[in-house]
């Protein structure tokens, strides 16, 4: 089960039209560790007052997808350097090495 912060000022003040939860800096401060908690868990928003003025919002971060359709687009716009000859080389010793048969000790002799 999610915490809660405490104290009457981790509760929502007054409805904002947004539905962010409206809360001092003060009881920030002092519940910051549960705010987070339910800024991750609950997508809360909440919405930080200095003073009863608004000075900062807490929300989670909105994940950014990229498709194989963008990164091919991104590839051909040219806008993504390409690698050098030294780079590419190194690349294909690291395979080769990587891609090496095993051979086994021999226990029964040198």
Request: proline fraction near 9%.
């Amino acid at each position: 089960m999610a915490k809660r912060p405490r104290g009457s000022g981790a509760e929502p003040r007054s409805p904002a039209a947004s539905g962010a939860r409206v809360v001092s800096a003060t009881e920030t401060a002092k519940n910051f560790g549960a705010i987070i908690d339910r800024v991750r868990e609950e997508r809360a928003v909440y919405v930080v007052e200095r003073g009863g003025t608004p000075v900062a919002e807490i929300s989670p971060v909105k994940a950014k997808t990229v498709t194989i359709r963008d990164f091919v687009e991104i590839v051909r716009s040219g806008s993504v350097p390409s690698p050098g000859e030294d780079y590419l080389e190194a690349v294909e010793e690291g395979i080769a090495l990587y891609n090496r048969p095993e051979v086994p000790e021999n226990r029964w002799g040198p």
